[in-house]
């Protein structure tokens, strides 16, 4: 696009691919913060806990050389330092936060490959939640004939497990037992540390869930997937929904 220059603030694996596909799509990339910058590109999501840019940089140091028209793309810009500026926030795009949930259920069923001793195909399989990352598991397991069954808590979507072919249960009514891989994918206690004696020894209790929702020791913490197992693809998701919000933005104008 003409007139466009961007910045990359942050150095992580995701956002080298998005700069990297930018590139090869034309796009003018500046190596350093300059006046005449129309865009400053940050990871998705963009800050850590303190927050610093995640992968390094402070937003003040890196705005205050930038033109204050400059539009910050990004992800969860609701950050203080961001006030004032333009944002084209990812984190909420409907088909960005889709996606993603699919790269990152692809990395999931990955990070139980490496650690299970049995095939996929009849593997008893528990998914707790019915949200973007549990349908897009749960439609992926299903294409490698895993038995899947997902927990859900409302009537209307156990329903509609059932219609799919899934089997399903209502999440307050878990019985682990005969599992032998759960993912969670729900930020809340579902699964207490008395349930989880049930389970067998060689059951598989994967985390996916933002604040950890199976109370137990040999949980596998799962978080930031996408970014771990496959940047790549998690960079030229960034470029591509960077391009896509900056169409968007044109044709409103």
Same mark, same amino acid.
């Given at each position: ?21 930018? +590139?090869?799509?034309?796009? %003018? ?11 400053? @590109? @940050?990871?998705?999501?963009?800050? %850590? ?13 890196? @705005? ?79 294409? +490698? ?79 930031? @997937? ?5 940047? %790549? ?16 933005? %044109?044709?409103?104008?």
């Amino acid at each position: 696009m003409n007139g466009i220059r961007i910045y990359c603030a942050g150095n992580t694996a995701a956002l080298s691919f998005a700069r990297q596909n930018l +590139l090869e799509r034309k796009f %003018e990339i500046t190596p350093q913060p300059a006046p005449d910058v129309t865009h400053l @590109l @940050l990871p998705v999501p963009s800050f %850590e806990a303190d927050g610093r840019i995640r992968g390094g940089g402070i937003p003040a140091h890196i @705005l205050a050389d930038l033109p204050e028209d400059v539009t910050v793309a990004g992800g969860n810009l609701h950050s203080l330092s961001m006030h004032g500026y333009r944002v084209l926030d990812m984190l909420q795009d409907a088909r960005y936060i889709a996606e993603n949930a699919a790269i990152t259920a692809d990395c999931a069923i990955r990070v139980a490959r490496e650690r299970m001793n049995t095939v996929w195909r009849g593997c008893p399989v528990l998914i707790i939640g019915w949200g973007r990352i549990g349908k897009c598991l749960a439609a992926q397991l299903k294409a +490698l004939d895993a038995d899947v069954t997902v927990s859900a808590r409302k009537d209307a979507d156990i329903s509609i497990l059932q219609a799919l072919g899934f089997g399903a249960v209502n999440t307050a009514d878990l019985n682990p037992g005969r599992y032998r891989i759960i993912f969670n994918t729900v930020p809340s206690a579902v699964l207490s540390k008395e349930q989880c004696k049930i389970c067998d020894a060689n059951t598989l209790k994967i985390e996916l869930a933002s604040k950890p929702g199976i109370e137990d020791t040999n949980v596998i913490s799962a978080l930031g @997937l996408p970014a771990k197992y496959a940047p %790549e693809t998690s960079g030229k998701l960034i470029a591509d929904t960077f391009i896509r919000l900056l169409q968007r933005k %044109e044709r409103t104008l």
